[in-house]
């Protein structure tokens, strides 16, 4: 058996295993994360599709644009971003989206079969079988060549279209996060981005796999994609994991909307929110969210959000993270025996790293920076 045919069944196996772990895998059982479980789903079937076209292309000798990669890459495309989306706004992920994303698919497939019935496919051996002209092609085969050209083009908008989707998404999940919590890891989600991106090299370095027509390149690429598929599925299966933390605001809840509007233009009641949220230092709290404040004040999770984005031109994020700071440089003021960690800790930062690069944000300097001119001038 040749390294490439290997490859290819390695990369097969491979993908059969993760699918199985994602259908087996314990998960919290929590209603919400019903939405994680048909992400899965997606995701286990994108792998056992792609283990179906490598077992499949084992019969097909190296040519462009074969009819096994013209089906498995849009499908893997199509499923990979819905998984990842699902993540990021379950609303959006439905049976009748889903069903409108993989139609293209599934009229190509049915030309291709009425194609294969009335004339045969076109071996596609080189660059220049792909050209109209230079080929004695029948109208068949010229069909056959047109038809596989046209889907290739629409799988490259497929991508970009794809990707334009998801990176929408996320923007409108990091406007969400930032309303309602105070934690940047979570307002910018790493986990799903590190992912989607994985995807995104899946999908490169497959279009180099089909536009190649060397085997070692081929071999090679396989194992490359191998690699990207188990990282995806580790930062994949990830999620459970924070999912508690964020579904207070991925998941639409019509009941705490309930006058969630009200009294927004109140600056009086806000700054006695404001003043209760600083003198009692709800904002030094760690992981403190909207729903930890609007529960202190007897108020609508949505109705402080509102008040936070109306009366400070700011979300609840960013709010929190400049009354921390502003606290931070107090401290680096006036007690120069706290260390850098014991400040970020007192403030309501878990990790250090962070508390660095948010005071950098909101002041432009590290705080050691801060704590350096600040002693030259005084």
Not at 146 to 163: H, P, Q, S
């Amino acid at each position: 058996m040749s390294v490439f045919i290997t490859s290819y069944y390695i990369l097969a196996i491979v993908l059969l295993l993760l699918a199985v772990v994602f259908f087996f895998i314990p998960l919290p059982k929590d209603e919400g994360i019903r939405n994680y479980k048909i992400s899965l789903r997606l995701f286990s079937l994108s792998y056992v599709a792609l283990s179906v076209y490598c077992l499949i292309k084992l019969h097909y000798k190296p040519q462009l644009l074969s009819i096994p990669f013209l089906v498995a890459a849009p499908s893997q495309a199509i499923l990979l971003t819905l998984s990842h989306i699902n993540l990021i706004n379950p609303q959006r992920i439905t049976r009748p989206r889903v069903l409108r994303n993989l139609l293209p698919l599934i009229i190509f497939i049915a030309l291709e079969v009425v194609q294969d019935i009335f004339s045969e496919h076109v071996p596609m051996r080189d660059y220049r079988s792909l050209l109209p002209w230079g080929n004695d092609y029948s109208l068949g085969e010229l069909t056959d060549v047109l038809l596989r050209e046209l889907w290739f083009v629409a799988y490259l908008c497929a991508v970009v279209y794809y990707g334009f989707a998801y990176f929408r998404e996320e923007k409108r999940y990091k406007t969400l996060a930032g309303d309602f919590s105070s934690e940047n890891d979570i307002v910018n989600f790493p986990i799903a981005r590190a992912s989607f991106i994985c995807a995104l090299c899946v999908g490169a370095t497959t279009l180099f796999i089909t536009l190649s027509l060397n085997e070692y390149v081929c071999t090679a690429l396989n194992y490359m994609i191998m690699a990207f598929y188990v990282a995806m599925a580790f930062l994949y299966l990830q999620y459970p994991k924070i999912f508690l933390e964020i579904s207070t605001f991925i998941f639409d809840n019509s009941t705490q909307k309930e006058d969630g509007t009200a009294d927004q233009s109140d600056s009086s009641m806000w700054q006695t929110i404001r003043d209760a949220i600083v003198q009692e230092g709800l904002y030094k709290q760690q992981g403190i969210t909207v729903e930890d404040v609007a529960r202190h004040f007897a108020k609508n999770r949505t109705y402080i959000s509102n008040m936070v984005n109306t009366n400070e031109n700011q979300n609840f994020n960013t709010f929190i993270n400049r009354l921390r700071i502003a606290e931070a440089e107090h401290l680096i003021e006036n007690k120069p025996e706290l260390t850098f960690a014991e400040i970020a800790n007192a403030v309501g930062y878990s990790e250090q790293s962070n508390f660095t690069k948010q005071f950098r944000l909101v002041t432009g300097k590290t705080p050691s920076q801060f704590r350096k001119d600040f002693w030259k001038n005084h």
